[in-house]
């Protein structure tokens, strides 16, 4: 287990390295000279000598590789710069309103967990019955609806017609509810169909054959032998859900007035706020990477089919 680790770990260097490059290419592909931005947003007139001056601290004179290996030279300490509106360090202000966003996507998972489990392995031991045909029925609608719709129409119901929950802000528990359903019921419909398929294919292996042949019970069965073999494709997909959560609630972020990472993205792109929106890119996908890693070393821990190479 260890060397498959390592070699997924060793692996991940290269794709780090890429997804810097890019990050650091694509900003400066932008039409507008970032000197001449943080001149405006500073109140100042952009002026050649002021944009000269400020070019020259921003290093954007030099040479594009030698900016590159400057810049990635200080993300590796962690530092993305400053601000251009709040003049503060912008890895400070993207952990400051991080644990919003992680708190938000934490319980959408915790939702997406309670639905898709229960319902799609009850779905797949029942299969075509009534039962089966109004969770896929219910599954079809969940995955086709928008996230802006579905956030108006709880805030529509809930919060003004039944005055049941609060629609903005955060504070109580009362306040997540709301985004978190929205962000998770998506998921938890495309989730229940894919664990449901997963069970139906591991309940035709020859192992659960073996397994009532052996006389087996077939809670036991189902339990310890067709979810946790059903479970791999789920886990794997989770890894990348739990990502778009964190970097997708920006629209769910903006309808719920959420004090998390995707409003705050929002508001720089509007002021051009490059440093942040660099370092937001580049954050992301190294989140992306590293769940991904998390969700590959569970998958080798439940089948160890999976581990590259093998552990002798």
Known sequence: MGRFVARRIISLVPVLLGISLLTFVLIHLVPVDPAEVYLRLSQIPPTDEAVAVIRAEMGLNK?????????????VHLDFGKS????????????????????L??????????????VGVFSALYKDTAFDQICRILAFIGASMPSFWLSFVLIYILSLELNLLPAFGRGTLAHLVLPA???????AAVYTRLLRTSMLENLNQNFVLYARARGLKEKLIVVRHV???ALIPV???FGMTL?????????????????????????SIFN?????????????????????????????????????GGDK
């Open 235 to 237: 886990v794997i997909a």
């Open 63 to 75: 040479p594009l590789h030698q900016q590159y290996f400057d810049w990635l030279w200080k993300v």
């Open 243 to 267: 990502g778009h959560m964190l970097a997708g609630s920006v629209i769910v972020e903006n309808v719920f007035a959420w004090p998390g990472v995707g409003r705050y993205i929002v508001s």
């Open 272 to 308: 051009r706020d490059y440093p942040v929106i660099q370092a937001y890119a580049l954050f992301m996908a190294v989140v992306f990477v590293l769940l991904n890693l998390f969700a590959d070393i569970i998958c080798a821990t439940l089948d160890p089919r999976i581990r590259l």
């Open 227 to 229: 979810l946790k073999n």
């Open 84 to 103: 251009f509106v709040t003049k503060k360090p912008v890895m400070a202000e993207l952990l400051y309103y991080f644990p919003a966003t992680l708190n």
């Open 105 to 118: 996507a934490a319980a959408s998972l915790l939702i997406v967990l309670l639905i898709s489990i229960p």
């Open 181 to 187: 359903t929205t962000l998770a019921l998506g998921a």
